[in-house]
């Protein structure tokens, strides 16, 4: 019996020690979710952040309502590094902020262009934030604004630019999320460059930023546009479009896509893939690395203008030709541009480490002029696997 | 004004121990005497009754009214008697008469004793006694019946396919009920009574051979040392008998279905049967067997697996899911998703109490319900159900007392609770669960898991009668994973046992 007590008395000196720790009620603490980050004029403080924090009675009304409160609040402090900023942001922020649902960093455009590398050591060595979450680059414009623009489709701005840049690689291809744990490996990495999607607002208006923009049929909204190629760390280009597609072409990241190929002389097809593979090779040839694209793609026919009769298997070899030469020339104008900038953005000096690591070892240095002269080569292949669900169009009479 | 006495002085009472004496000769003093140690209790029933031709030549037929069976005394002791006292004009002597009285009853069962303390044990509990005039010895016929309900329906742990018969409240009914399901000579049937003042009988079955025979001296023995008045219920007697006193897990198992207790018999376990209650004990019990419903082996066993593996999560889930709520939004909230924190945000907004206050009243609020249940009655049953539900549920939600997740999280702890077979194991998680609640407000996931740390700790020590609590999970034995967590089809699972 005597044990007994004395368990009991330990067990409740114990607790009456540690207290109650880290108690905190939902309520007492602000959930940052979003961080945008932007250069700063003055040079004693250099960045300007602006942190999106949940603001929950605002989501309790019912955030179609526009009532009371939108759910999300963004503040803006500078500081001179990003743990700063964190800590400065409590002079506005009501609650104790916390950083471990982060889902998201804007990374403005100036800032991209003058230098991006250092950003993210802060989020690597904190215990709070995840290295799991995408980054993006805010396009003609701040981040500040881009996070400003609250879209009456999901529920807070963070989440619709992560499911728009979502569906675009889904369904358009012509970018990927890139994750920050990513980022810091492309950086680091000497065989292959950092590229990044781009955000900015489409239908940019006054009220992008109030409750009005709520309740429009037409809103602002987020518009994923181009790609950024970087180099050194340094944004040096944007691609748009079909040149964005094609560098995910050739990186294997597009999910689906739809290619336009013209089938005849005033008409044009298109031809929606069901499964896109390529492999990129660094061959040796006399001593210059010469780059390989092998490109496998199945996809279906449809829609077409042209009057011919697809239920011949001659003449779906004969498109197939057609998406082939699309391809070749897309892809190969897209590895044209990265050349020029110097930018490996595809990962041929990864490949070129892997299956020759002693040229590797020689020539890594002075792997950006090796590559922007090396010769492109390609192998494309497309199988049209069926034509939806006609063979031949209709004939207008 | 008159003063009113709360306790009245307590008349002097002549206590003269009688039990020491033999009987009178004198059949009136006996009943004389009788009736006195009785207290003159009003159904205390005899009858007198002498021959027409000798008047010495008396009889007292002497029983408990409602205790013992009217026809078997009117038919078998009565009607014989009379008949009998009719028809002798001889004179005869005491001895004669002694030995004629057994050759005419025609009861079943008929002894002979001769002191007072069998007779008084005898009349009090239902046996009727003969005496004679001029004789000392008694004659005691077995007329026991007690009026008691008919097999009907387990009131506790039904079954959709399978016997829907229950045991009762007597002793012999479901001892009948057991032996005829087990026809076999081998099934032993050993008694005892229990307790100074009821003196209950006790039933302990087993099959030869196939249970060990040490767990069997060793229950007996713990029985012989019970020191009581009464014993009420087979609670009683497994409080006592249990290894270990101090535990909240079930050591015995306790059911009120017949099939149940023949399985677990055939299995080699010890059935305990208690008069007076229908819960049958059955030693000894270890904690997968408190998961195991008879229904498991009357369905296919693909769906009795999932079921089986449903109630050990669901026993899990009713100790765990209000505590590992409450550390996840006060301690961890790093751990919960972006779209599940949004929305408990909001909730919480409202509610002016902080997250341990409200989970700790609802689960009060739930207990207090699940109380008045039992002892509603039934005509405002279910308007009270409906009011009930409504104010917890809805009112609470929507005056912010509560904020909606908390009702859920409790409601889906406290139905959990409700698909385990054996309320005994259902009370264990019941208790832990606010224990778990308390330590998580402390010191969040890390307290949870030190508190699973210690109950583990304590379910592995346990042992019922020498058998480790945590078998076949703990001393790992492979062949007997076969019906623990998942239940094999009934040919690989049934063995013949043979005697061993």
């Known amino acids: 019996m005597k044990t007994y007590l004395l368990l009991l008395w330990i067990a409740a000196i114990c607790l009456c020690v540690s207290g109650c720790s880290n108690y905190r009620e939902l309520n007492q603490i602000g959930v940052i979710i979003g961080m945008g980050i932007d250069q700063n004029d003055s040079s004693e403080q250099p960045y300007k952040v602006t942190y999106q924090v949940i603001n929950p009675s605002g989501l309790s009304q019912g955030s179609s309502s526009g009532g009371q409160g939108l759910p999300v609040i963004n503040y803006t402090v500078t500081a001179k590094t990003l743990v700063e900023a964190l800590k400065r942001a409590s002079v506005v922020i009501p609650r104790e902020h916390i950083t471990s649902h982060l889902s998201l960093i804007v990374v403005g455009e100036k800032l991209a262009r003058s230098d991006l590398s250092s950003l993210f050591d802060a989020l690597d060595r904190g215990k709070q934030a995840r290295t799991s979450i995408p980054v993006f680059i805010a396009r003609d414009g701040t981040a500040e604004k881009l996070l400003g623009v609250i879209e009456p489709f999901e529920v807070t701005p963070v989440k619709s630019i992560i499911s728009t840049s979502q569906n675009a690689q889904k369904v358009y291809g012509i970018v990927s999320n890139v994750q920050a744990y990513e980022v810091i490996s492309m950086l680091v990495s000497e065989g292959k460059d950092l590229s990044l999607p781009g955000i900015s607002i489409n239908k940019p208006s006054q009220n992008g930023e109030e409750a009005g923009n709520l309740e429009s049929t037409s809103p602002s909204a987020m518009q994923v546009k181009g790609l950024a190629i970087f180099r050194n760390g340094k944004l040096v280009r944007w691609l748009d479009d079909e040149e964005a597609r094609s560098i995910q072409l050739a990186t294997s990241k597009v999910k689906g896509t739809a290619l336009v190929f013209p089938c005849s002389i005033n008409g044009n097809s298109t031809l929606t893939t069901t499964g896109i593979k390529s492999k990129i090779k660094t061959k040796i040839r006399h001593g210059q690395p010469v780059i390989h694209t092998d490109l496998n793609v199945m996809g279906e026919i449809t829609e077409t203008s042209c009057r011919k009769d697809l239920s011949n298997p001659k003449v779906l070899k004969e498109l197939e030709k057609e998406v082939e030469n699309e391809l070749q020339k897309e892809v190969t104008k897209a590895i044209t541009i990265a050349q020029k900038e110097k930018s490996d953005i595809f990962g041929f000096g990864d490949s070129l480490s892997r299956t020759n690591p002693s040229y590797w070892g020689q020539h890594k240095q002075n792997w950006e002029n090796l590559f922007s002269s090396a010769k492109i080569s390609m192998n494309v292949n497309v199988s049209i696997v069926n034509t939806g669900m006609r063979t031949n169009p209709y004939e207008v009479n | ?500």
Not at chain 2, 310 to 329: D, K, Q, T
């Open chain 2, 1 to 500: 004004m008159r003063q009113r006495h709360l306790l009245r002085e307590s008349k002097e009472k002549k206590t003269i121990n009688y039990s020491v004496t033999p009987l009178y000769d004198d059949v009136n003093k006996n009943i004389e005497r009788l009736l006195n140690e009785l207290g003159n209790s009003s159904d205390v029933s005899f009858r007198i009754v002498e021959s027409p031709y000798q008047k010495t030549v008396k009889a007292a037929v002497v029983h408990l009214d409602g205790l013992a069976d009217e026809n078997i005394i009117n038919e078998n002791i009565m009607t014989p008697l009379i008949q009998w006292l009719k028809e002798s004009n001889q004179v005869v002597t005491v001895k004669e008469i002694e030995e004629q009285i057994s050759q005419i009853l025609t009861v079943s069962q008929l002894t002979i004793k001769e002191n007072w303390h069998e007779f008084m044990s005898a009349v009090l509990t239902g046996d009727t006694v003969i005496l004679l005039n001029g004789s000392s010895k008694i004659f005691i016929g077995n007329t026991k019946k007690l009026q008691s309900r008919a097999v009907t329906e387990p009131t506790s742990q039904t079954v959709v396919r399978g016997p829907k018969d229950s045991f009762t409240e007597n002793l012999r009914t479901n001892t009948s009920l057991i032996r005829a399901r087990i026809q076999d000579s081998n099934l032993r049937l050993d008694s005892m009574k229990i307790g100074s003042v009821t003196q209950t009988d006790i039933g302990i079955m087993y099959i030869q051979g196939n249970a060990d025979e040490r767990i069997v001296e060793e229950i007996k023995e713990r029985l012989k040392e019970i020191k009581v008045d009464g014993v009420l219920e087979s609670n009683y007697i497994e409080e006592f008998i249990r290894d270990d006193r101090t535990t909240i897990f079930p050591l015995l198992l306790n059911t009120e279905r017949p099939d149940a207790v023949v399985g677990n018999l055939l299995e080699g376990r010890i059935a305990i049967i208690v008069q007076g209650t229908p819960f049958v004990l059955i030693a000894p019990a270890i904690f997968s067997q408190f998961f195991q419903s008879p229904e498991d082996y009357y369905q296919n066993d693909y769906i009795s697996s999932f079921l089986r593996i449903l109630r050990f999560g669901s026993f899990f889930l009713s100790m765990y899911a209000s505590a590992i709520y409450l550390a996840l939004i006060t301690h961890h909230q790093g751990l919960i998703p972006n779209t599940l924190m949004v929305s408990l945000m909001a909730q919480r907004e409202r509610v002016p109490f902080p997250a341990i206050v409200e989970i700790v009243v609802m689960e009060l609020a739930f207990e207090m319900l699940r109380e008045a249940g039992i002892r509603m009655p039934r005509a405002i049953g279910p308007a009270v159900s409906i009011v009930g539900a409504l104010i917890l549920g809805q009112a609470a939600v929507e005056a912010g007392f509560v904020s909606a997740a908390v009702v859920i999280i409790v409601a889906i702890s406290a139905i959990s609770n409700f698909t385990l077979p054996s309320t005994s194991i259902v009370n264990a998680a019941r208790g832990f669960r606010f224990i778990l609640i308390l330590i998580s407000a402390f010191i969040g996931l890390y307290g949870i898991l030190l508190m699973t740390l210690c109950i583990w700790l304590h379910i592995s020590s346990l042992r019922s009668f020498g058998i480790p609590y945590f078998s076949p999970f703990a001393p790992f034995d492979f062949k007997e994973q076969k019906d623990t967590l998942v239940r094999f089809s009934l040919p690989s699972l049934l063995k013949k046992h043979q005697n061993k």
